[in-house]
């Protein structure tokens, strides 16, 4: 195990060598059953232990109070917190290595009933993405890399909770840090930490709120500023503001489709349409769609409504291949809208419909 950020020293102290080997555990065993999440929560006499898989907390063998408290002790030192302060909000991060592949781990101490700690620990399956890993289409990979090249503005990505905008988003980052550029985050909170980048995390108790945060973003003079979502009208504003004073902005949005991205900023907060226009360069939207499982997958002979006559449909009714979900992995689109072309979601989804890639049902 390692903490990349600060490299500092973990040999164990005296009498703790059991509390790193209590942790080594947990994490390997929560990473081993493709836990996203574990709870810890301090009770009066034990240390509750929870993992969340597949979006459902599992609940695991508690630790005894004496070990639980050595267990969160470990955390403050491992994530790079302060172990001496006891009952206040700390964050911190680390990463380990497992099955070959590093991966990061996001740690936020709290403090429960009766003044107990508990922590919840973030777990990032894989490593950060790379551009290349997001497999998109060469249209799309060029708009993005010219972008990144010498792209001016706004370019802003939008999508439904879940179809990954934040991996998008990282990628780009991490890909403009190994250019000549002065780059800063404001993030609520911050998901991945990068190197090269200021990330300066807002909102939450202890920490600067977004306007503060920004105004001590610009005295850093970024030619690049990430906002990690907008999320109302103030970070709405400082976004086109920022781009129209001739700096890069990225930022992430909720909304289903690319034109939608351009009806949020203007609908929910107000960006007038002149303004929109002149600063925003590039609006992705993506979503990630599920595959049929190929080993279950057979001919549909019923016809969905609203498709040509001589299209072939496909279903994967399940099988034990795919765990009787009737899906096997996941296909990222994107509908790129650059100032003046623009390449629709939906065209792609149909091709990969006519191919039998996809269901028609996921389709839409
Ligand atoms: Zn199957």
Excluded at 143 to 166: D, M, R, S
């Amino acid at each position: 195990m390692k903490n990349p950020e600060t490299k500092r020293d973990l040999s164990c102290e005296k009498g703790e060598g059991d509390a790193m080997e209590l942790l080594q555990h947990l994490l390997e065993s929560a990473f081993s059953r493709e836990a996203s999440d574990i709870h810890l929560d301090g009770w009066e006499d034990r240390l509750r232990v929870r993992f969340r898989i597949h979006g459902i907390l599992i609940e695991q063998p508690p630790l005894s109070r004496r070990n639980g408290d050595l267990l969160l002790r470990r955390i403050k030192v491992f994530g790079g917190m302060d172990p001496r302060r006891f009952g206040c909000i700390q964050d911190g991060s680390a990463s380990i290595k497992y099955a070959g592949i590093v991966r990061d781990i996001r740690f936020a101490i709290t403090v429960g009933v009766g003044h107990r700690e508990c922590a919840a620990i973030r777990l990032f399956q894989s490593g950060l993405q790379t551009l290349e890993d997001l497999d998109l289409s060469a249209e799309t990979r060029g708009v993005v890399e010219a972008w990144i090249q010498n792209g001016i503005g706004l370019f802003l990505i939008g999508g439904p909770t879940g179809c990954g905008k934040t991996s998008t988003l990282y990628s780009i980052l991490h890909r403009l840090a190994q250019g000549p550029y002065s780059i800063v985050t404001l993030e609520n909170p911050v998901e991945r930490r990068l190197e090269g980048i200021r990330q300066i995390d807002v909102g939450g108790p202890g920490r600067p709120g977004f306007s503060e945060g920004l105004r001590s973003l610009m005295r850093q003079d970024p030619d690049v500023l990430m906002i990690g979502e907008i999320r109302d009208a103030e970070a709405a504003r400082t976004a086109i503001d920022a781009a129209l004073s001739g700096h890069r902005v990225l930022a992430t949005i909720h909304a289903p489709h690319a034109l939608s991205v351009e009806e949020r900023l203007r609908g929910s907060f107000g960006i007038d349409a002149q303004s929109l226009r002149a600063a925003l360069e590039i609006s992705m939207s993506q979503r990630l769609v599920p595959l049929l499982c190929r080993t279950c997958r057979r001919a549909l002979r019923m016809r969905p409504v609203g498709y040509p006559g001589d299209m072939p449909f496909f279903e994967s009714p399940g099988c034990a291949e795919c765990g009787y979900t009737g899906r096997m992995g996941r296909k990222l689109l994107v509908e790129i809208r650059e100032k003046e072309n623009g390449l629709s979601l939906r065209a792609q989804a149909h091709e990969m419909l006519k191919e039998g890639r996809i269901d028609y049902r996921d389709a839409v």
